[in-house]
T-cell receptor, first 115, second 113 residues
């Protein structure tokens, strides 16, 4: 069965620091998708990115970047020059091809960015 | 207006009561999901539905039931609520195409005393 591990329960940084949120996954499938979601203090879940298992290119979107490495089964998320508004809980999730409706979430990493 | 609407947003009730959480969507998606979120555990899937006639159990379906009244409506029921069902509940939708991102409602915070 698929599994997602976010070993960092909480991270605290000062504004303008760079921060990386780790995500390690386990799957027996060769076709799968990885996702990141953001949950700000208001509680809603916001989709950030989707990456399929055949596309290992890193992706950058503004201050956000994602590093997908199949060799280490990791899909890490980096925020550059963090801002207070980045404070949130971030979830990594995995869906497998044969069971793509059962999205497994990691436990989440709570990021606090201090001014 | 929100694309995925959950009602109520907050609910406090007593052990043994039957509770219904409702979800409606205007995104036109066929697939709908119910999750619960607990501190330190992330989100866990309770039930999901591909369409009105297709309902499936998720990882933690015991103690819950669902009803897909229409393409746009998916309700979650707690038959006899117990305190360890206290959690934040999310409804989500996704398009039929494989691996489309799920879109979440704002959540229902449920407390069972």
């Amino acid at each position: 069965a698929q599994k997602v591990t976010q070993a960092q329960t909480e991270i605290s940084v000062v504004e303008k620091e760079d921060v990386t949120l780790d995500c390690v996954y386990e799957t027996r499938d060769t076709t799968y998708y990885l996702f990141w979601y953001k949950q700000p203090p208001s509680g809603e879940l916001v989709f950030l990115i989707r990456r399929n298992s055949f596309d290992e290119q890193n992706e950058i979107s503004g201050r956000y970047s994602w590093n997908f490495q199949k060799s280490t089964s990791s899909f890490n998320f980096t925020i550059t020059a963090s801002q207070v508004v980045d404070s949130a809980v971030y979830f990594c999730a995995l869906s497998e091809a044969y069971n793509n409706n059962d999205m497994r979430f990691g436990a989440g990493t709570r990021l606090t960015v201090k001014p | 207006d929100a694309d995925v609407t959950q009602t109520p947003r907050n609910r406090i009730t007593k052990t043994g009561k039957r509770i219904m959480l409702e979800c409606s969507q205007t995104k036109g998606h066929d697939r709908m999901y119910w999750y619960r979120q607990d501190p330190g555990l992330g989100l866990r899937l309770i039930y999901y539905s591909f369409d009105v006639k297709d309902i499936n159990k998720g990882e933690i379906s015991d103690g819950y039931s669902v009803s897909r009244q229409a393409q746009a409506k998916f309700s979650l029921s707690l038959e006899s609520a117990i305190p360890n069902q206290t959690a934040l509940y999310f409804c989500a939708t996704s398009a039929t195409e494989t691996f489309e991102p799920q879109h979440f409602g704002d959540g229902t915070r449920l407390s069972i005393l």
